[in-house]
C-alpha cells in the first residue's frame, strides 16, 4: 500500500497529464456512487463520505470532515480535512491512501483546465482569476498548461491585500505577466478567456450540481436580461431541488441567497 501525502501529490502533479487523464475517465462508463453525509446533533460540523466503482475498474472512497471553527482555534487548523482510499478492482485490497486536500486541490483545477482545453479559444491571452486561495494559486499555472499562448494574469479579490500578495508569488514564478486587478468590472471587460469571439460567454450544459451562486460575486448592471433570466431560474431551482431536504434554518439561508435578481 502506498500512502501519499501533500508533498507526494505535489510532486507528481503535472497538469497536462492529469487533463488528459480526466479527459480519458469522463469518456469511460458512469461510475456507481453512494454517499453517505452525517451532521453533528448540536454544532454546524459535517462528515461526508463518497465510494465510487468504475465498471471493470478500480475502486475509490473520499471522506471528509468539515469543522468550520478550526481556523480560529489556537493554533488555527484547516476547517476541511480528509483522505481517499484506493482499493484493487481484482483483491479489494487497499493500493494507496492519498491526502484529501491537496488531491481535491488538484482535481479541481485540473476541471478548470479541462474546461479550458475544451472550450476556450487557441488565442486566449488574458485570464482573470477571482479570487486568491489554494485554487486561484494553481488556477494559472494549469491553465497555461493547456492555453500556452496566455500572455497576461489578473488576480482579484475581496481583499485587494490578498489579492496584491497572490500576483506577487505568481509573477516570480509564471513567464506572463500577473498583475493585482482592484477593479471587478474592468477586469472582466479585459479578460478575452471569460467570452468566445463570438460574443457567447459559454456553451450549454445539462446542470448536475444545485447550490446557490455567492451573490457577493455578482455585479447586476453587469448582466443583461437573458443572464439574469439565467441566474433566476437556476436558484429557483435550487430551491425547488434543495430545499425540502434541508432544515429550517438552512432552508431560510437558501432562500435569501436564492432571491430573484
Known amino acids: 500500500m ?3 501525502d501533500a508533498a507526494a501529490i505535489e510532486a507528481a502533479g503535472d497538469w497536462a497529464a492529469l487533463t488528459e487523464h480526466l479527459l480519458a475517465a469522463h469518456r469511460t462508463p458512469k461510475a456507481a456512487v453512494r454517499d453517505l453525509l452525517m451532521r453533528a ?4 460540523q459535517a462528515w461526508l463520505t463518497r465510494a465510487a466503482w468504475v ?3 478500480d475502486l475509490g472512497l473520499k471522506s471528509v470532515t468539515v469543522f468550520p471553527g478550526n481556523p480560529q ?4 487548523r484547516p476547517s476541511v480535512n480528509g483522505a481517499f482510499l484506493l482499493f484493487s478492482s481484482e483483491t479489494g485490497e487497499v493500493e494507496a491512501v492519498l491526502d484529501g486536500a491537496a488531491l481535491t ?4 483545477v485540473a476541471d478548470s483546465a479541462l474546461g479550458a482545453r475544451l472550450l476556450a479559444r487557441e488565442d486566449v491571452e488574458t485570464l482573470l482569476v477571482v479570487g486568491a486561495g489554494a485554487i486561484a494559486e494553481r488556477l494559472p499555472e494549469a491553465w497555461l498548461a493547456v492555453r500556452p499562448g496566455l500572455r497576461r494574469v489578473r488576480i482579484w479579490n475581496r481583499s485587494p491585500e490578498r489579492a496584491e500578495a497572490l500576483a ?3 509573477a516570480a514564478r509564471l513567464p506572463v505577466e500577473v498583475r493585482a486587478a482592484p477593479d471587478l468590472e474592468a477586469a472582466v471587460r479585459e479578460a478575452d478567456a471569460m467570452r468566445g469571439g463570438d460574443g457567447a460567454t459559454q456553451l450549454d450544459f445539462e446542470t448536475l450540481t444545485f447550490a446557490p451562486i455567492d451573490r457577493r460575486l455578482i455585479v447586476r448592471d453587469m448582466l443583461d436580461e437573458g443572464e439574469r433570466a439565467w441566474l433566476d431560474a437556476y436558484h ?3 430551491r425547488d431541488r434543495i430545499g425540502p431536504r434541508l432544515s429550517d434554518t438552512a432552508r431560510a439561508w437558501l432562500e435569501r441567497q436564492s432571491e430573484p435578481l
Request: proline content about 12%; overall charge neutral; charged content about 25%.
Open 2 to 4: 502506498r500512502l501519499l
Open 41 to 44: 446533533e448540536t454544532g454546524d
Open 55 to 57: 465498471p471493470g475498474g
Open 73 to 76: 482555534a489556537e493554533p488555527p
Open 105 to 108: 486541490a488538484w482535481k479541481t
Open 168 to 170: 506577487a508569488r505568481l
Open 236 to 238: 429557483a431551482a435550487c
